[in-house]
Nanobody, 113 residues
Framework: QVQLVESGGGLVQSGGSLRLSCTAS????????MSWYRQAPGKERELVAS???????VYADSVKGRFTISRDNARNTVYLQMNSLKAEDTAVYYC???????WGQGTQVIVSS
C-alpha cells in the first residue's frame, strides 16, 4: 500500500525555520521524483519544490533561496528545510508522488508576523 506521511509542521515566528519530513511506504521513493505542494486558505494548491530521482531540484520563485528540498534514500524520506519564513508561507504543506498518484495528508505551517 502506497502511503506518504508528512510531519514537522507547526507555529513559528516570521524569520524562523522549520523542517518538514515526508516518509514513504509501499514503494522506494528514491526511484521517483517527489514534490512538496502547499495550499493557503482560499488559494489553489501550488508546487513549492521538487526533487528528481537523481536529486535535481526545482523551486517556486517565491521560495528560492529560502527553502531546500532533499532526500534520505536510506530512510525513504524527503525533506523540506524552510528558512527565513514569512507570513505568506502559512499553508498546509503536502507531499506528492506523481507516478504513484499519491498525496500525503498534509502538515500545517503557520508563520506569525
Amino acid at each position: 500500500q502506497v502511503q506518504l506521511v508528512e510531519s514537522g509542521g507547526g507555529l513559528v515566528q516570521s524569520g524562523g525555520s522549520l523542517r518538514l519530513s515526508c516518509t514513504a511506504s509501499g514503494f522506494t521513493s528514491s526511484n521517483y521524483a517527489m514534490s512538496w505542494y502547499r495550499q493557503a486558505p482560499g488559494k489553489e494548491r501550488e508546487l513549492v519544490a521538487s526533487i528528481s530521482s537523481i536529486s535535481t531540484t526545482v523551486y517556486a520563485d517565491s521560495v528560492k533561496g529560502r527553502f531546500t528540498i532533499s532526500r534520505d534514500n536510506a530512510r525513504n524520506t524527503v525533506y523540506l528545510q524552510m528558512n527565513s519564513l514569512k507570513a505568506e508561507d502559512t499553508a498546509v504543506y503536502y507531499c506528492r508522488n506523481l507516478a504513484k498518484n499519491a498525496w500525503g495528508q498534509g502538515t500545517q505551517v503557520i508563520v506569525s508576523s
